[in-house]
Structure formats: structure tokens, C-alpha cells
Nanobody
Framework: QVQLVESGGGLVQPGGSLRLSCRASGFTFLNYYMYWVRQAPGKGLEWVSAIGGSTNNADSVKGRFTISRDGAKNTLYLQMNSLKPEDTAVYYC???????????????WGQGTQVTVSS
């Protein structure tokens, strides 16, 4: 079955950087669009980045976050630079519901990793 395991979160000062990883298993990794989404305290789920044939980022993170993946390692990454307090959230990686498509619907997601940006 699909398994997604995030890691790399932590506490960082404003302006700092973190790299999140998501180890994937149970499906053909490169056949699926993958997403990073986040949920800030008291708020709903927010889409952050997507990767398929190309990449796309939410306006709130453009120029600061970079999504990538390594097919040999079945791992999705999110490089986060110039972090702001408003980036504080639990970050989840998610798999697209439909193989080969980009519906924006999630088939499954991991347990999440906490990112806290604070001085």
C-alpha cells in the first residue's frame, strides 16, 4: 500500500532554511504528481507546491520554496529558504489521486512534519 513518510521539520529562525523529505513506497513514484501541503494552527489545509512534468508553487512561497524529487530514492523534497513566521505549519506530502493526472485531489498523505519559524 501507499506509504509516505515525511521528515526534516524543526524549529528555525526567520530567514532560515529547512529541507523537508518525503520517502515514498507502494506505488510507481515517477508516475504520479506529488504535492506538498501545509496546515497552520487553526487554519485549513493549504496547497504549497506540486511536481509532475513541471513544478508549480503557491504565490505565498514563490521564490522561496523549491520542490524536487529523486526517482532513484523514491523521495520528494521541499527546500524552504527565507522562512517567515507565517510558514509555521505541519507540512504533509501527498500523492495525486489519479495516476498520470494532475487533478489536485489527494489519494493519500503522510503523517506530517512540524515546521516552526520563530525567533
Amino acid at each position: 500500500q501507499v506509504q509516505l513518510v515525511e521528515s526534516g521539520g524543526g524549529l528555525v529562525q526567520p530567514g532560515g532554511s529547512l529541507r523537508l523529505s518525503c520517502r515514498a513506497s507502494g506505488f510507481t513514484f515517477l508516475n504520479y504528481y506529488m504535492y506538498w501541503v501545509r496546515q497552520a494552527p487553526g487554519k485549513g489545509l493549504e496547497w504549497v507546491s506540486a511536481i509532475g512534468g513541471s513544478t508549480n508553487n503557491a504565490d505565498s512561497v514563490k521564490g522561496r520554496f523549491t520542490i524536487s524529487r529523486d526517482g532513484a530514492k523514491n523521495t520528494l523534497y521541499l527546500q524552504m529558504n527565507s522562512l517567515k513566521p507565517e510558514d509555521t505549519a505541519v507540512y504533509y506530502c501527498a500523492i495525486e489521486l489519479q495516476e498520470g493526472a494532475a487533478t489536485g485531489l489527494f489519494g493519500s498523505w503522510g503523517q506530517g512534519t512540524q515546521v516552526t519559524v520563530s525567533s
